[in-house]
């Protein structure tokens, strides 16, 4: 086997010696040796000392309704909830070249940022049918070379009191998709949504990704019914629930014994910070709540967690660079999270983690698996998170897709 490349003077965030480099040998778009020195041929390509981590992970995002603050109608009042209004007056303009066009754009942000894996929702809602699928299909076949999508296919306005509405879920599943997803808060009967969401998943043998617990009370928390159907079908690790802003406003100790049962029932929690803080506390007219879950409180239990970005510039988030290494900062901010340890967690949370909840069983640096590799301008996780740092450069399975010259300062 001859080596393709070789990724020199790297520096490893389980290095036992803070100075210690190695280098990353890659063949076929696979690892094949990590070793202090490998001479050899191939292109040799020098990390400079700087810290390199497998590819960034999003486990929870909307590609589909990306990019059109553009053509909704703008939120005048800030107590105003109405995302879900403005944004569903504008999905009959998804035709299947503008969702792929606005995606594809936002796709390729992510891709600048170090993103090369990424679970994005699909909503197949009857004002879009299945438009919006077909359009994301097609960019995981063309944009394949950069970045591994998986399909959540699901109902963003309703599902048990739509009559008929399954029936494109159903079609999704049947061409493909590989998670089940829901809103059960926009469904008349959101358990029974939950309900049906479950036995879906076990007719397709797919995985389960649920919006669930938004708001600011304690009042009805959907995960105690997401861990029972979890345990009650033995689909631990394979259940992800995003958003839980109401986990924000429980007691340490209540935090605590919700991580216990995240943990044992194997259901993770996907925090979506810019989405979460953005909607959270509008009732309030000073000292608003934040409304982001603390899932370093929730790991700390047993439980996986992940952050991610979920909406960029539409009526949910109206913002959006695609750096999910930005949104760690945030979320670590707000979250009054800021040691070491706690960094380098977060640092997790938008790599190991969310590979997990991908289930990703050939996810990290090591020999054999897939030389999905990004360098970073920094030493460590933590000084990544701390200094939102820029990727210089990232490679998917051993080809490098994506270059940035750091900025020069012209000194007089
Ligand atoms: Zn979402």
Request: hydrophobic share 40%.
């Amino acid at each position: 086997m001859s080596l393709s490349l070789i990724l020199s003077n790297a520096r490893l965030a389980n290095a036992s010696d803070a100075s210690a480099t190695v280098d990353i040998a890659i063949a076929d778009g696979r690892i094949t040796a990590i070793e202090p020195r490998i001479s050899g041929g191939g292109t040799r390509v020098d990390a400079g000392g700087r810290f390199v981590s497998s590819g960034l992970v999003e486990s929870h995002f909307h590609l589909d309704k990306s990019r059109i603050l553009d053509r909704v109608a703008p939120l005048e009042d800030r107590r105003v909830t109405d995302y879900m209004k403005r944004t569903s007056a504008v999905k009959d303009t998804f035709t299947v070249e503008d969702v792929y066009a606005r995606a594809r754009d936002t796709l390729e942000q992510c891709l600048l940022n170090g993103v090369m894996h990424m679970r994005t929702h699909i909503e197949v809602d009857a004002p879009i049918g299945l438009r919006g699928y077909e359009a994301i299909e097609r960019l995981a076949k063309d944009y394949a070379w950069g970045m591994d999508l998986q399909l959540c296919v699901f109902l963003q306005e309703g599902w048990t009191n739509v009559p008929g509405a399954e029936s494109t879920v159903v079609q999704a599943l049947k061409r493909g998709a590989t998670v089940v997803g829901g809103a059960p808060r926009y469904d008349a009967d959101g358990a029974a949504q939950i309900r049906r969401i479950f036995a879906l998943a076990k007719d397709f043998n797919v995985d389960v990704d649920i919006h669930g617990d938004g708001g600011y009370t304690t009042d009805d928390m959907m995960v105690w019914q997401i861990c029972d159907l979890t345990d009650r079908m033995g689909w631990g690790g394979r259940v992800a629930i995003g958003h839980g802003n109401k986990y924000s406003c429980l007691t340490d100790s209540q935090v605590a014994a919700l991580g216990k049962r995240l943990a044992d029932s194997g259901v993770a929690v996907s925090v979506l910070p810019a989405t979460d803080i953005f909607t959270s506390g509008r009732h309030m007219e000073h000292s608003v709540m934040r409304g982001l879950a603390d899932a370093n409180a929730l790991v700390a239990q047993g439980a996986n967690c992940s952050i991610a970005t979920n909406n960029v510039l539409n009526p949910f988030t109206p913002y959006g660079d695609c750096s999910l290494v930005r949104i760690a900062n945030m979320y670590a901010n707000v979250v009054q999270r800021g040691t070491e340890k706690d960094l380098s967690e977060c640092f997790a949370m938008v790599t190991d983690r969310p590979a997990r909840i991908l289930r990703k069983d050939d996810y990290g640096i090591a020999v054999g698996n897939p030389a999905d590799l990004v360098v970073w301008n920094a030493k460590t996780p933590a000084e990544v998170i701390a200094t939102v740092a820029q990727p210089v450069m990232g490679f998917k399975r051993g080809r490098r897709v994506f270059t940035r010259e750091m900025p020069t300062l012209h000194r007089p």
